[in-house]
Nanobody, 115 residues
Framework: QVQLVESGGGLVQAGGSLRLSCAASGSPFSMNVMGWYRQTPGKQRELVATIINGGSTNYADSVKGRFIISRDNARNTVWLQMNSLKPEDTGVYYC?????????WGQGTQVTVSS
């Protein structure tokens, strides 16, 4: 059973930085895709960034140039470095992983950016 455990959320002032981490356990194989999504009250969960095991990345337009996603395939770990944070980045951030056609989700970590 694959499990994703996130850490690194918190409260930060606008313009600050946070780094989220997510470790996948329960599989001896590298996850095909790992990524981060976020959700705010009343809105659908939206993509923030994804990275495939070959290293190619994809970002939401709203975070390009500010966020950096990276991963360690051997450790099945993904990070999201968030810089120049804005109040609109506030939300619950969920780690996701895909392997052999199945999607897995973490429990979510709260990120709050104060103005």
């Amino acid at each position: 059973q694959v499990q994703l455990v996130e850490s690194g959320g918190g409260l930060v002032q606008a313009g600050g930085s946070l780094r989220l981490s997510c470790a996948a356990s329960g599989s001896p194989f590298s996850m095909n895709v790992m990524g981060w999504y976020r959700q705010t009250p009343g809105k659908q969960r939206e993509l923030v960034a994804t990275i495939i095991n070959g290293g190619s990345t994809n970002y939401a337009d709203s975070v390009k140039g500010r966020f950096i996603i990276s991963r360690d395939n051997a450790r099945n770990t993904v990070w999201l470095q968030m810089n120049s944070l804005k109040p609109e980045d506030t939300g619950v951030y969920y780690c996701s992983a895909r392997q052999f056609g199945r999607d897995y989700w973490g429990q979510g970590t709260q990120v709050t950016v104060s103005s």
